[in-house]
């Protein structure tokens, strides 16, 4: 897709609780601060209706995609508002004992143009005594997902997918210009490696890296990172966030992607050494295209 631009890009920084009702209200209203303030393109962090620890009382809130009432909601406000919406993730049901941790892309007629279920589970045991077993209560995506936006092409990923180069490489060689991260870094690691992660993403693909992240001490005991961060395609960090929440807004000119890519074309470098290139993998990239 050729570039396009500018526009105005937001990330919606969140403290979600246990409840879907009230994390919905918190964020729409702050979605409707930073369309007021400029935005075409909102993004939220990672579990934006809940965060909720505990399995069964997880499962009591949880629904299916096409019941969820805070997707619902999602879709009237981005089409009352006329921009696109993207919303980090839902925790979803998406079988009677298995959750998905599901990004959508809602376009400015409440429509759906692509949704992304989280690949990479975090499953982890930090030094300190944290521990993570994501993949306890939520099923893993297959598939890589991008979209178009009127101004470029995005991919979409999910908080720990951060960690696994591989799929923004996959990404970025379809056409990508935007990557969304958006996440509930925990602070221990997000004080070790959030902004280097997303930077280098940023860097070695040539593209703008949009996350929206959830901060501070939740009502589930758990202290998550912040620092939400619009990042651009020479890795310079164009807007970050605290740990409260509210949001980060800023100008995105797509011609960097290009300006990026030519100065140091790593993207082209990289085939030398065989990397896969998804258009001769289409198993592991599922290309969804929007209306636009
Ligand atoms: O479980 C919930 O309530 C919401 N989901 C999360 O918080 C997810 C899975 S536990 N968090 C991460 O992926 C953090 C990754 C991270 O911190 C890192 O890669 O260092």
């Not at 209200?25 to 393109?41: F, H, N």
């Not at 944290?130 to 991919?155: C, F, K």
């Not at 310079?236 to 992607?257: M, N, Q």
Request: hydrophobic residues 40%; glycine residues 8%.
């Amino acid at each position: 897709m050729s570039a396009a631009g500018p526009f105005t890009a937001a990330m919606v920084q969140l403290r979600t609780g246990l409840l879907p009702q009230p994390s919905l209200e918190q964020a729409s209203a702050l979605i409707r601060e930073a369309v007021a303030a400029g935005a075409d393109y909102v993004l939220t962090p990672e579990v934006s209706n809940m965060m909720q620890p505990n399995r069964a009382a997880l499962f009591e809130q949880l629904a299916f995609q096409d019941d969820d009432l805070s997707l619902k909601a999602y879709r009237t406000l981005a089409r009352d508002l006329n921009i696109h919406l993207h919303i980090g993730s839902l925790a979803l049901k998406a079988s009677p004992d298995r959750a998905a941790n599901r990004s959508f892309l809602i376009d400015p007629q409440g429509a759906i143009l692509a949704s992304y279920d989280k690949i990479h589970m975090f499953d982890i045991d930090l030094e300190n005594g944290e521990s993570y077993r994501e993949s306890a209560n939520y099923q893993p995506g297959e598939t890589a997902v991008i979209s178009d936006l009127p101004w470029g092409r995005i991919g979409l990923t999910i908080c720990y997918d951060v960690r696994f180069p591989a799929l923004y490489r996959a990404l970025a060689d379809a056409g990508a210009s935007f990557i969304t991260v958006p996440a509930a870094f925990t602070k221990t690691t997000g004080e070790a490696h959030w902004h280097v992660l997303l930077r280098a993403r940023a860097i070695e693909n040539g593209c703008f890296i949009f996350a929206a992240a959830q901060g501070g001490r939740h009502d589930n005991g758990r202290d998550t990172f912040g620092h939400s961060l619009i990042v651009d395609p020479w890795g310079v960090v164009l807007a970050e966030g605290g740990t409260e929440p509210g949001f980060i807004i800023t100008e995105i000119d797509p011609a960097k992607v290009t300006k990026a890519r030519s100065a140091i074309p790593s993207l082209q470098h990289g085939r030398r050494f065989g990397l896969a290139d998804p258009k001769t993998n289409p198993e592991h990239l599922h290309l969804v295209r929007g209306t636009v």
